[in-house]
């Protein structure tokens, strides 16, 4: 009993050591603004302002435009994402809405449990057709990484 309690122990210690020496991938790219995957909607999304705390729920800006850079209005978009190196989603079930403004969507609830690597996964479903974006965050003990760089 004694040793079963040392070896689990022992191995909670070496897990817990290895998460927290996951690293960000080198050349992350952060960009805010992207095509979507298939090049149909160009993206926008816009975290909000000042510092993002973990176990905060906020709110982030979401504009969407087809690919000639006209506004997109309408689109039912999808939320989904995660940390894909601890292989868990979202703690929260962030909804998208459409806002005033043509192109202008809202997304309420994102809330991150603790700092690291994050995708943030949007499924558009418009007039031009579906389409899905990824976008990178890394979220660190400070707050959000620099929008537009790349991870390092």
Known sequence: MRYSLLFLLTFLAIACAACSMMSTPAGLDLRLARPSAHGLYLVTLQPPAGAIGINRIHSWQLRIAAADGSAVSNAVVAFDGGMPQ??????????????????????????????GWWEIKLAIEGARGSDTVTFNTVLGEAGLAAPGASAQ
Do not use: L, N, W
């Open 86 to 115: 601890h292989h868990h989603g979202f703690p929260t079930s962030p909804r998208i809405s459409a806002q005033p403004g043509e192109g202008a969507y809202r997304i309420d609830g994102v809330k991150f449990s603790m700092s």
